[in-house]
């Protein structure tokens, strides 16, 4: 599992020892951002498992420098560090399964970034998700905690009088997360006299059984043909709004990424002949459409 030393998943890792995880292996990433304060979480985290009787495994990595390689934003650099990170641990241990402390909190900030970038529905984070990252090795990430507000960790924590390290720049206006936190929420709540929190955590919630009947139906209406691609002539019986989301989860699928509602829809003009019949994807790849399929080249 994945500890950072924070309420979340210290209160985690206590309440699945409680529960009889016993043959836990606790992974911490120092990202190299924050100089001393994330040496001493990592401190905190080997002290932590000694003291539990608990496998860990520290590891240490320099986000800044990956951003500057890779053109990536520090959200982004940290979390596919992390994933690879993550990767080798699983390899290690012989275990794919990542548990991580994701809570509500994160659940709404997590929903409210995705519709303003556009994203395709109330779009959150799973409590459970196979990833396939950039080496190609396949985790299973599990998130037990996607109900549960963060002020009830810490008031669990504090009633135990259970130490944690809390991260100073969560409540700097610098990352898109922590303005959404400490600006954007408080303001909704503000306005409309209610937990904003807990309304997109529970309209994600919404969209995951959605979720279920959507793939319920894709699979009753037979979409791919043996090689995997999508069949147009089948495409074009189901109605639009399932077209679109065939559409959607045949391009995560194959690992696209930012896939929103313009991409979508220029991926829709394939099943009008009329029209171009390849359009370009993120990740220097095309959708083609070529006799009666569509596929993804690379």
Known sequence: MAVSGGADSVALLYWLLEAGFSNLVVCHLDHGLRGRASVEDAKFVKRLTVRLGVECEVGRVDVPKLMEQRGESMETAARNARHAFFAICAGKYKCRRIVLGHHADDQAETVLWNLLRGSYGLKGMREEQKFTIETGAVLEFHRPLLEIRRATLIEWLVSHQKDWREDASNAEAVAIR??????????????????????????????????????????????????????????????PVLQRIALRNFLKGHGIAAVDRALIERGMSLLDVKNPAVINLPGASKLHRREGRLWIER
């Open 178 to 239: 922590n303005r959404l936190r400490n600006e954007a929420f408080p303001l909704l709540e503000e306005i409309s006299g209610r937990d904003p929190a807990l309304a997109f955590a529970r309209g994600a919630a919404d969209a995951e059984e959605m979720a279920h009947l959507e793939s319920w139906a894709l699979d009753q209406a037979k979409l791919l043909d043996p090689q995997g691609r999508l069949h147009l002539g089948a495409l074009r019986q189901v109605p």
